[in-house]
């Protein structure tokens, strides 16, 4: 199955709320603003991404693209984890997420996880092309295989760009099991997680501890990671590491929880 | 660097007795092995074996790339991209820290021994360069392919940590030293792809990562803080 779905926000003629400027679902993907179309004056219009039908399976192809408009402020939650499965050809599943924010926007990505399941073969592509002085955040939620069984393989794919200057590249491969025992690659983590916070200040150093860290980018911008054998773990280490967040800290402007 | 051939330089170069300052970087090892996951060589072969793929690969795509570039008269622009490519692909502070810290060892030790005009433009335009950068341009500086750069920064990937765990957990060096050399079908293999990939935009150069890797480079700097440490990463 190929789609590509869209969502477009900007801010209205009075410049005050974030509305929608376009929004195209696309089975399987079904975009739903929430509470109405329009934003708080200065606050976060949120849109729902729902499920809408078994997806991906092997051969899917997958487009969201999302374009936040100057000042707006765009929340983008997930509404249930999504399944990778095996197709019946052996040809991999991609979902390719591109989000594009105009000067002082603002863009929340938080979907739910997403489980690679036995046997799937599944490519998650997400880019992030910030102008000058907007905001992002961004989670990502990735577990090996679901309860008790071998995930399948696959690879998540990050790129952060600011003003076009790289702040962030990543690609993960998962399904080497010799490579996802490695205490010098996923030590035995089933969950992975990870949040972009581009956000007003950045951290001035680093916080860690026990499978989590927030570091700030060499070219501005941090990462939060976790690691953990199941997802509950692996979301409270996210959440602690993002609570090390000036953002968070201050309570002055913080960022909405997903 | 008139005098060495390009074999000789690949080999000075991936010699731990190169005084680049590589030898006091565990590469995460210590920290590993102060929360239990190493404890004996079968431990640290995998620890290895997962190093290689995701440091080592990293590592060896940016010696690649620096070793075809400076073979090909590359000017600032592109040192200074490649640095901000790089950068972009080592989410972890600590782990940045140790590639440039290591990156000024070798330019420093490089400049000493050869003479090299991609040397002297790459250190013009970033004065604490990374260190696969670093030593891909010192071994297209010796005549030594985007592989042959590739190898010696995958095989320092894995035999500074490998020093390093002899010397913590004090395991027997020969099995250590077996265990380094059969990572070479896995070596080979990372540094044929990252060959493969030296002429690529910088841009598009791959980005490989390992999650547990940048949190141990991350803990280590908060203990080498806290109690302290035997190495500096």
């Known amino acids: 199955m190929k789609a590509a779905a869209s969502l477009r926000v900007e801010l209205d003629a009075h410049r005050r709320r974030t509305v929608i400027g376009d929004l195209r679902s ?21 849109v729902c991404l729902v499920e809408s039908a078994a997806a991906p399976i092997g051969g899917d192809r997958l487009d969201l693209h999302v374009r936040v408009g100057a000042g707006a402020w765009l929340r983008l939650v997930g509404t249930g984890a999504t ?3 095996p197709g019946h050809d052996g040809d991999h599943s991609r979902v390719r997420v591109h989000l594009r ?14 489980v690679i399941g036995a046997r799937a073969d599944h490519r998650a592509e997400t880019r992030l092309d910030l102008a000058a002085g907007a905001r992002a ?3 990502e939620l990735l577990v090996l295989g679901r309860h008790g069984e071998l995930p399948g393989r696959g690879s998540s794919t990050t790129h952060v760009l600011r003003d076009g200057a790289p702040l962030l590249r990543q690609r993960l491969e998962v399904g080497r099991p010799r490579l996802a025992a490695s205490a010098g690659h996923l030590a035995g983590a089933r969950v992975l997680g990870s949040e972009i916070l581009v956000w007003d200040r950045d951290p001035a150093a680093p916080s860690s501890g026990d499978w989590w860290s927030l570091t700030p980018l060499a070219h501005g911008g941090s990462v939060a990671t976790s690691m953990a054998g199941d997802t509950a773990t692996a979301r409270r280490r ?4 993002v609570g090390h967040h000036p953002a968070h800290r201050d309570r002055s402007d913080r960022p ?3 | 660097m008139a005098g060495l051939g390009a074999g000789t330089a690949v080999l000075a170069l991936a010699d731990a007795r190169f005084p680049g300052g590589g030898h006091v970087h565990s590469g995460g090892v210590e920290e590993a092995v102060a929360a239990g996951l190493i404890t004996g060589v079968a431990d640290l072969r995998e ?11 990293l590592q060896a795509v940016f010696a690649a790339a620096a070793a075809h570039a400076a073979a090909g008269d590359a000017g600032r622009e592109y040192w200074t991209r490649l640095d901000a490519e790089l950068d972009a692909r080592t989410p972890s502070c600590a782990q940045r820290a140790a590639s440039r810290a290591q990156g000024r060892g070798t330019l420093r030790a490089g400049r000493a021994a050869w003479s090299s005009g991609a040397l002297a433009r790459l250190a013009v335009a970033t004065p604490r360069p990374h260190h696969p950068v670093v030593l891909g341009v010192l071994a297209a500086a010796a005549g030594a392919d985007p592989r042959g750069a590739a190898l010696v920064a995958g095989y320092l990937a894995v035999s500074g940590p490998s020093s390093a765990a002899v010397r913590l957990l004090g395991l027997d060096p020969l099995a250590v030293n077996a265990v380094v050399a059969g990572l070479a079908a896995e070596l080979d293999g990372v540094a044929g792809d990252a060959a493969a990939a030296a002429a690529l935009d910088p841009a598009d150069l791959p980005a490989p990562s390992a999650p547990a890797l940048d949190l141990l480079a991350e803990a280590h700097d908060r ?11």
């Not at chain 1, 696309?26 to 949120?46: D, E, N, Y």
């Not at chain 1, 996210?238 to 590491?241: K, P, Y």
Request: aromatic share 6%; hydrophobic share 40%.
């Open chain 1, 26 to 46: 696309a089975s399987p993907i079904r975009l739903v603003p929430r509470r109405g179309k329009v934003a708080a004056p200065g606050g976060a219009l949120t």
């Open chain 1, 83 to 85: 399944l990778a499965l």
């Open chain 1, 101 to 114: 924010v105009d000067p002082a926007g603002t863009v929340e990505y938080l979907p739910e996880a997403t």
């Open chain 1, 137 to 139: 955040r961004c989670r």
């Open chain 1, 238 to 241: 996210l959440a602690e590491a």
């Open chain 1, 256 to 258: 909405g929880h997903g």
């Open chain 2, 47 to 57: 620890f290895l074996f997962g190093r290689l793929h995701a440091a080592g690969r």
């Open chain 2, 223 to 233: 203990h080498h803080r806290e109690k302290g440490r035997l190495f500096a990463s």
